[in-house]
Structure formats: C-alpha cells, structure tokens
C-alpha cells in the first residue's frame, strides 16, 4: 500500500515560489519513482517533473525547465518540487504520482519526457498564480 499526500499549495503573485510536498503517508518512497503532474480544468493532466527512485535521474517539462525543480529525500519519504518564477499559466491543481522503479530510471528515464505507469495518485494541491 502506498498512499501519496501533498501539500504546499497556495496563491502567490507572478514571479513568486512555491514549493510542493509530497509525502508518502502510507509506504515507503525507496523504490519508487515520482512524477508530477497538473490540470486545469478541462484540459488534459499534463506531466511536469519526475525524480527516479535514487534522486539520479530529474527530467523536467520544457515549460517549467529552469524554473521547477524536484527532489527526493528518502530518509523522510518525501519528494519536493521547488517552483520559482511562477507565471499565471503555471495555475492549476498538481498531483504527484509513484510508479515502481525497480532499477533506476525505469520508470523516469534519463533525458524522456515520459514517466511510468502510475501506482499511487496524491488527491491534489492547488497552485493559482495571479496579480
């Protein structure tokens, strides 16, 4: 079993930072890979970041690359995504998801744009952007 939790959402103004958590409550995050993802409604869930299961691999969405940055802390069964540079378009809800990664970057390839077969979804963590 392995029950993801965010946190970390907020409403910030454009150019301001936000980091997101993600905390594996039930589980453990070592051999796992996470990703995270964000919606707006009515469009599609759109991949962002993912970190394999020893924090070797990070890949990152061209629209956040340079602005977003994801780690992982195994020791406290938590992975962060640090958001700088916040603009109006990076609103939405974001969801952090494990896949299995039984060898590192099986499921967070290095350089892919692509992340796993999901096991466990957090219920969500809303980001608004806004002046």
């Known amino acids: 079993q392995l029950q993801l939790v965010e946190s970390g959402g907020g409403s910030v103004q454009p150019g301001g930072s936000l980091r997101l958590s993600c905390v594996a409550s039930e589980g453990n995050l070592e051999y796992w890979a996470v990703g995270w993802f964000r919606q707006v409604p009515g469009k599609d869930r759109e991949w962002v970041s993912c970190i394999s299961r020893d924090g070797g691999i990070t890949n990152y969405a061209d629209s956040v690359k340079g602005r977003f940055t994801i780690s992982k802390d195994n020791a406290e069964n938590t992975v962060f995504l640090q958001m700088n540079s916040l603009k109006p378009e990076d609103t939405a809800v974001y969801y952090c998801?494990?896949?299995?990664?039984?060898?590192?970057?099986?499921?967070?390839?290095?350089?892919?744009?692509?992340?796993?077969?999901?096991?466990?979804w957090g219920q969500g963590a809303q980001v608004t952007v806004s002046s």
């Open positions: 998801a494990a896949a299995f990664d039984p060898l590192p970057g099986t499921s967070c390839p290095h350089g892919a744009k692509e992340f796993g077969e999901p096991y466990s």
